[in-house]
């Protein structure tokens, strides 16, 4: 079946310390692969997506992935975290053709203490 | 820059209420959806929409329908609100290419007394 799973429901780092949010999908071919943020009370945001090519992208506000076919993941990373960061994050998988829904993890909440 | 607006921020309803949410793009994206939001649950997907009168079920239709009369506008409709109909709901559209990418509305949240 395909799914996807983000194992850290909570996570609090430190402002100005390094984050790492793991993502990993179950499915059956190379999916599109997304990142989300939703602020409190918002909609969500997309911070950055995967369709090919390079492993690694950048996405907005500073974040970027990387695409690990071998390990079925797609962990989002932030070199230095502000205190604005703190959100909700989703990631989310896509099967490649048209018209399809996406299907999304159960999302990680990043605190940020001072 | 694409815009997808819903029609509340908040509502407050009673059990046995009919209940409209509306949702609008202005990108004339084909695809339309409905997703409910609830804490350790993410996003389930309730309804989308592949075209105008066109609608599939999601992972979760039971006590919804849904609504596409014209592109820009796609609503979700409660027939008989209740309880556990409480919850965050949000619209998206997707991106006319083939890279699945969706846009969000802000969300309504939705509370049925």
């Known amino acids: 079946a395909q799914s996807v799973t983000q194992p850290d429901i909570h996570i609090t780092v430190s402002e100005g310390a390094s984050l790492e949010l793991r993502c990993n999908y179950s499915?059956?071919?190379?999916?599109?692969l997304f990142w989300y943020v939703q602020s409190p009370g918002q909609g969500l945001q997309l911070l950055l997506k995967?369709?090919?090519?390079?492993?690694l992208v950048q996405g907005i506000k500073g974040f970027e992935a990387e695409f690990k076919r071998s390990q079925s993941s797609f962990n989002l990373r932030k070199p230095s975290v502000h205190w604005s960061d703190a959100a909700e994050y989703f990631c989310?998988?896509?099967?490649?053709?048209?018209?399809?829904?996406?299907?999304f993890g159960k999302g990680t909440t990043l605190s940020v203490s001072s | 820059d694409v815009k997808v607006t819903q029609s509340s921020r908040y509502l407050v309803k009673r059990t046995g209420e009919k209940v409209f949410l509306e949702c609008v793009q202005d990108?004339?994206?084909?695809?339309m959806f409905w997703y409910r939001q609830d804490p350790g649950l993410g996003l389930r997907l309730i309804y989308f929409s592949y075209d105008v009168k066109m609608k599939e079920k999601g992972d979760i239709p039971e006590g919804y329908s849904v609504s596409r009369e014209k592109k820009e506008r796609f609503s979700l409709i409660l027939e008989s609100a209740s309880t556990n109909q409480t919850s965050m709901y949000l619209c998206a559209s997707r991106t006319p290419d083939n890279y699945n990418e969706q846009f969000f509305g802000p969300g309504t949240r939705l509370t049925v007394l």
């Open positions: 995967y369709f090919s090519g390079d492993t």
């Open positions: 989310a998988v896509g099967p490649n053709q048209a018209g399809t829904a996406l299907i």
């Open positions: 990108m004339d994206h084909e695809n």
């Open positions: 499915y059956g071919a190379t999916p599109y």
